[in-house]
């Protein structure tokens, strides 16, 4: 599997882990905001990235 997990941050401070290419939406756990978006491919971020996890 190509591909990476990123630490996120969405704008009510929560911090998530999520991967780089979903295949469904990605909410923030506290306020439910879309945070990533599929498109086949590597996803959308609609949010800060703090840092790249590499596997």
Same mark, same amino acid.
């Given at each position: 599997m190509s591909g990476e997990f990123l630490l996120i941050e969405c704008k009510c401070k929560n911090r998530? +882990?999520?991967? =780089?290419k979903p295949s469904s939406i990605v909410k923030c756990l506290v306020? =439910?905001? +879309?945070?990533?978006?599929?498109t086949g491919g590597k996803g959308i971020v609609n949010t800060k990235i703090i840092r790249r996890i590499r596997n």
């Open positions: 998530q +882990i999520v991967f =780089n306020c =439910n905001k +879309i945070l990533v978006e599929p």
